[in-house]
């Protein structure tokens, strides 16, 4: 095999590789062997051809071609790796020519493209705080309140957030409806659940009510069919007094001091988390921003049908075609393409300073590291050794530029609207030990 190599344009390379017949030889008995699995012929089954049936059915020529496929992969890898190549994306065979002794194939590179200078990480960025409000930690005792409270008996009409005992039941034609009939049930108005107009027609009821109305039941399918439903108590929600006494019979903690401090270490988590994906949302904008990177238009194309090809296994899954989602949301296929392209940018451009920081920080795998690999490697069955090689080359650069991606925001700094740092260290050091872990 020779080859030549030759700049195409600053994204792209082209490389001639000249493969003799000959050298094609130990990949003709495999290119039978596959084609004996589709080929048809009478009085064989598929797989079980001989080989001179195989070769008088097809001949020489094709046999030769399909040998040629298998055996491009391999050579294209062996050369990328020899010249220290790193495709964007997967390499293009552009042209093929049959000559006297040889195939001349053309293959089109497209390369990563190389940032000059990588821009200042240590960037200050403005975030919410993560401090819990007044308001915040109000709104969890509510809800505490809300869920331990007591209810008690009132003499008035129903309103929402009353508790309504009931009996409640269905029938279709006369027929009593086995799977929707509850007795003594304490149903909470305004929660919309049983029925879909359940709520409206018990709003303002009193006690001794009998409602009957027609409505769906979707839980079990059934459509327009007659409810009936008996008010027996009307109850609304006693909030309880906040104190001691109270927390201590509900709750773990024995007094308001110790769960106010919890409900602000769990909102300050929580908020942490949020804030945190916020700066780096913020961090890599500003980083993009700076590197005023250009990227090749076909490597853009491939990150979009790949993005767009994950999406369409959602909506898949979920059991929601295209268009539907393009009506729902009011997206056209145009805002959808810019959409795409958009978010494709900006994770190859990431992917990009990422590489140079690994670069440039000399980051690499430890042998913790390197070990999940090994471990995750071993149970990565596959007899291809080619695409194996791909596989552990992909994990390694992914896990290299989760490791720069640490980095990049352990050199930033957070801060309020007053300019006070805000501290989010320990969730770096979370997702540094769950990426040991994993």
């Known amino acids: 095999m020779n080859y030549?190599?030759?700049?195409?344009?600053?994204?792209?390379?082209?490389?001639?590789?000249?493969?003799?017949?000959?050298?094609?030889?130990?990949?003709?008995?495999?290119?039978?062997?596959?084609?004996?699995?589709?080929?048809?012929?009478?009085?064989?089954?598929?797989?079980?051809?001989?080989?001179?049936i195989v070769i008088r059915e097809v001949g020489e020529d094709y046999i030769t071609e399909e040998a040629l496929d298998l055996q491009l992969p391999e050579t294209i890898f062996e050369i990328l790796k020899k010249e220290e190549l790193n495709p964007a994306t997967r390499p293009v065979v552009?042209?093929?020519?049959?000559?006297?002794?040889?195939?001349?194939?053309?293959?089109?590179?497209?390369?990563?493209?190389?940032?000059?200078?990588l821009p200042k990480l240590a960037q200050t960025i403005e975030v919410e705080s993560i401090t819990p409000t007044d308001e915040e930690i109000n709104e969890q005792i509510e809800r505490i309140k809300h869920q331990f409270g007591d209810v008690s008996k009132v003499e008035r009409p129903s309103k929402i957030g009353d508790y309504l005992l009931i009996n409640i039941s269905a029938s279709e034609n006369n027929n009593e409806i086995s799977e929707f009939s509850y007795q003594d049930y304490l149903y909470e108005l305004g929660s919309n659940t049983l029925t879909k107009n359940l709520d409206n027609k018990l709003?303002?009821?009193?006690?001794?009510?009998?409602?009957?109305?027609?409505?769906?039941?979707?839980?079990?399918?059934?459509?327009?069919?007659?409810?009936?439903?008996?008010?027996?108590?009307?109850?609304?929600?006693?909030?309880?007094?906040?104190?001691?006494?109270?927390?201590?019979?509900?709750?773990?903690?024995?007094?308001?001091?110790?769960?106010?401090?919890?409900?602000?270490?769990?909102?300050?988590?929580?908020?942490?988390?949020?804030?945190?994906?916020?700066?780096?949302?913020?961090?890599?904008?500003?980083?993009?921003?700076?590197?005023?990177?250009?990227?090749?238009?076909?490597?853009?194309?491939?990150?979009?049908?790949?993005?767009?090809?994950?999406?369409?296994?959602?909506?898949?899954?979920?059991?929601i075609k295209l268009e539907d989602y393009l009506q729902i949301t009011g997206l056209t296929e145009e805002t959808l393409q810019n959409d795409l392209k958009n978010q494709a940018t900006r994770n190859l451009s990431m992917v990009v300073i990422l590489d140079k920081v690994i670069e440039e920080e000399k980051i690499e795998l430890d042998s913790k590291e390197i070990s999940y690999i090994d471990e995750h490697m071993a149970t990565h069955n596959n007899e291809d050794n080619l695409e194996d090689t791909t596989h552990r080359l992909n994990l390694e650069a992914e896990s290299l530029r989760n490791k720069a991606m640490l980095h990049v925001l352990k050199q930033g700094v957070s801060v309020d609207k007053n300019g006070e740092k805000v501290y989010l260290q320990d969730v770096y050091n979370q997702e540094d030990a769950l990426r040991e872990e994993e």
């Open 4 to 52: 030549k190599l030759k700049k195409n344009s600053e994204f792209e390379n082209l490389i001639d590789i000249n493969i003799k017949f000959e050298d094609l030889e130990t990949k003709k008995n495999e290119a039978i062997n596959k084609i004996s699995k589709s080929l048809k012929v009478k009085g064989f089954r598929p797989g079980k051809i001989p080989k001179n």
């Open 94 to 117: 552009k042209e093929v020519k049959k000559e006297k002794k040889s195939f001349s194939v053309e293959v089109l590179v497209t390369l990563w493209p190389k940032l000059k200078k």
């Open 203 to 319: 709003e303002g009821v009193s006690t001794g009510a009998i409602i009957k109305f027609t409505d769906d039941l979707l839980t079990i399918n059934k459509s327009n069919v007659e409810i009936s439903v008996l008010v027996k108590e009307v109850k609304e929600k006693v909030q309880p007094e906040l104190n001691d006494e109270w927390i201590s019979s509900v709750t773990e903690f024995d007094t308001v001091e110790e769960l106010n401090k919890e409900l602000k270490k769990n909102i300050e988590n929580v908020k942490k988390r949020q804030v945190a994906n916020q700066y780096q949302g913020l961090l890599t904008s500003k980083l993009i921003e700076e590197s005023k990177l250009e990227l090749p238009e076909q490597l853009v194309i491939a990150e979009m049908d790949s993005i767009l090809q994950n999406f369409m296994n959602e909506l898949k899954q979920s059991k």
